[in-house]
C-alpha cells in the first residue's frame, strides 16, 4: 500500500520570507480554512470510533490518548479539559505523551522513538481490555505511538488513531482509524499548522 507523508510535502507558497505580514497571515488563514473541511470527509470514520469509545466508556472502561510532541501535548490537553467541561472524573479520559510530563513543556529527544516505552507508560494505568486507545500523530510514522497499539490489538484491547496522512503505519495498525487528509502545510514539514488544528 502506498504511503506518502502528504502533510510534508513541499509547500504551495514560495518564498515566505519576502510576504509581508499581511500576506502571511491571510495565507495563513487560507489554508486554515480547509481543515474543516478535511474533517468533513472524516465523519464517518470519527463517527466509528465515537461509537466504540462510549460503548467502553459506559461499561466502565477508559479512553487514554498516546501521542508525541505536539500530538500528545493536544491528547492531554483534551483530556485535562474533560473534568471541568463534562464534569467526569480525572482518570476517565487519559493523556500520556512520550516522555513523561516533562515533555509536556519541553521536548524529550528521541522519546518518540521507543517501540516499548508506549506500552510501558499504558501498563502504569493497568490499561486493560475494557479501556480504548486512541493514538495521535500527524505522520502517522511514530514508534512510541505505533507499537504501542500494537501492543494492545494484541491484548484484545480497542485501538483507533488520529493521523494527517492516508495509508500511514499507524493508520494500518490502528483498528478504527481516523485519517484527516490537510495536504501541505503553510510551513513545509510544520505539522503543527493545519495538522496540530485537525488534530485538536
Not at 470514520?45 to 501535548?73: C, M, P
Not at 500511514?168 to 487528509?181: D, G, Q, Y
Request: charged residues 20%; proline residues 4%; contains cysteine.
Amino acid at each position: 500500500m502506498e504511503f506518502t507523508k502528504t502533510t510534508e510535502l513541499e509547500s504551495n507558497y514560495n518564498h515566505l520570507e519576502k510576504m509581508t505580514i499581511s500576506e502571511l497571515i491571510i495565507n495563513i488563514n487560507k489554508e486554515d480554512r480547509t481543515v474543516p473541511l478535511a474533517v468533513e470527509k472524516a465523519l464517518p470514520q470519527i463517527e466509528t470510533l465515537i461509537s466504540q469509545i462510549v460503548d467502553k466508556l459506559k461499561n466502565g472502561g477508559r479512553l487514554f490518548y498516546i501521542g508525541a510532541g505536539t500530538s500528545g501535548r493536544l491528547g492531554i490537553l483534551d483530556a485535562s479539559e474533560c473534568p471541568p467541561t463534562f464534569g467526569v472524573s480525572h482518570d476517565l479520559v487519559i493523556g500520556l505523551i512520550a516522555g513523561g510530563d516533562a515533555a509536556i513543556r519541553k521536548a524529550v529527544e528521541f522519546a518518540e522513538d521507543s517501540k516499548t516505552q508506549g506500552w510501558k507508560d499504558l501498563k502504569k494505568h493497568h490499561i486493560s481490555n475494557k479501556d480504548v486507545v486512541v493514538g495521535i500523530a500527524a505522520s502517522g510514522t511514530t514508534p512510541y505511538v505505533i507499537h504501542a497499539l500494537e501492543t494492545c490489538n494484541d491484548n484484545n484491547i480497542i485501538t483507533g488513531c488520529i493521523t494527517c496522512n492516508k495509508n500511514s503505519p499507524l493508520s494500518i495498525t490502528a483498528k478504527f482509524p481516523i485519517e484527516v487528509i490537510v495536504g501541505p502545510e503553510f510551513v513545509t514539514g510544520s505539522s503543527r499548522m493545519k495538522a496540530g488544528t485537525a488534530q485538536k
